[in-house]
């Protein structure tokens, strides 16, 4: 059974910068596609980034030019680094693994994490 545990959430000013991190249970990450996701409060949880290995990374265009996903293969870990914040950034985060087809659906994962919160005040 694959854990996902997501860390590094709080709440920063706008134009501040947070690092999420998620730590993954057996080796998972090497395999699959690895993705961040985020649900605003009344809102549906919508695709942040994606880390395809051997293929690259891509990325929501409200996110473009402003976060990084990266991954540590030997760590078992994912990151997603956040430059710039917004306020319109607040949402709970989550880590997904074992994507397969279209990396930016929901349905395309296997697992997930409990999410990390992260706020962004103007």
């Known amino acids: 059974q694959v854990q996902l545990v997501e860390s590094g959430g709080g709440l920063v000013q706008a134009g501040g910068s947070l690092r999420l991190s998620c730590a993954a249970s057996?080796?998972?990450?090497?395999?699959?596609?690895m993705g961040w996701f985020r649900q605003a409060p009344g809102k549906e949880r919508e695709f942040v980034a994606a880390?395809?290995?051997?293929?690259?990374?891509n990325y929501a265009e409200s996110v473009k030019g402003r976060f990084t996903i990266s991954g540590d293969n030997a760590a078992n870990m994912v990151y997603l680094q956040m430059n710039n914040l917004k306020p319109e950034d607040t949402a709970v985060y989550y880590c997904?693994?074992?994507?397969?087809?279209?990396?930016?659906?929901?349905?395309?994962?296997?697992?997930w994490g409990q999410g990390t919160q992260v706020s962004v005040s103007s």
């Open positions: 880390l395809i290995w051997s293929l690259g990374k």
């Open positions: 997904a693994a074992a994507g397969r087809g279209t990396y930016f659906l929901e349905s395309s994962y296997d697992y």
């Open positions: 057996g080796r998972i990450i090497s395999r699959n596609t």
